[in-house]
């Protein structure tokens, strides 16, 4: 079974723009959720979709946003980009059943180099 | 709100030696305790987790953990360190008050394999 795909998988960016992530799920898997890794903040939880629905969302500024489409998949976007937002985003599946709720498997990310 | 702490940012040791990684956790109910490895320019990887079933978790590459309850600590631990192990490893809680499934990571401990 194929695991979580990200695309891209490298960005460079301007300030000021806005950029768009993509996440492919495990097959199957009906969760996906979002993180940001940063050396100085570390993994941070931006937000979860479940059945094209946000379940659940972190403490990031409304510049962060994302969806989820009926074959879950997914995507993340970030308006207004900052210098700030350059990180590793991560993308992570889960099969959100009794047994192996908050079992997440994590693509490669997507690295964001914003300039 | 969970917290993760992971003591030592960095931690050295020789091929073949035990390696110890300490997470202590803090949450208001027992939680929900996992523990990834990322390797260089890659995402996470589930190494194992503990679902309030056996105290003692066995995962993957060898590595296992012991939830303390009293100690609200979930260490983990290798018999004898080889230089595939080198990597940095995380330490996550669920948020069990929370809906879906958010994980709070501690920031991690990154392991250097001598030979």
């Known amino acids: 079974k194929a695991g979580v795909t990200q695309t891209p998988r490298y960005l460079i960016k301007t300030r000021g723009q806005q950029v768009t992530l993509s996440c492919s799920p495990i097959s199957g898997h009906r969760s996906v959720s979002w993180y940001q890794q940063t050396p100085g903040q570390g993994l941070q939880f931006l937000f979860e979709?479940?059945?094209?629905?946000?379940?659940n969302k972190g403490n990031f500024p409304g510049r962060f946003s994302g969806r989820q489409f009926s074959n879950s998949r997914s995507e993340m976007n970030v308006s207004t980009l900052e210098l700030g937002d350059s990180a590793l985003y991560l993308c992570a599946s889960s099969l959100d059943l009794v047994g192996s709720r908050y079992e997440q498997y994590f693509g490669p990310g997507t690295r964001l180099t914003v300039t | 709100a969970q917290s993760v702490t992971q003591l030592g940012s960095h931690v050295s040791v020789s091929e073949g030696a035990l390696v110890l990684l300490r997470c202590n956790y803090s949450s208001s109910v027992p939680p929900y305790l996992f523990w990834y490895v990322q390797y260089p320019n890659q995402g996470l990887q589930l190494l194992l987790k503990y679902t309030s079933a056996a105290t003692l978790v066995k995962g993957i590459n060898g590595f296992e953990a012991e939830f303390k309850k009293s100690e609200t600590s979930f260490h983990l631990t290798k018999p004898s360190a080889h230089m595939s192990d080198a990597a940095e490893y995380f330490c996550?809680?669920?948020?069990?008050?929370?809906?879906?499934?958010?994980?709070?990571f501690g920031g991690g401990t990154r392991v250097l394999v001598k030979p």
């Open positions: 996550a809680v669920s948020d069990l008050k929370a809906a879906g499934n958010k994980l709070t």
């Open positions: 979709y479940f059945s094209e629905t946000q379940r």
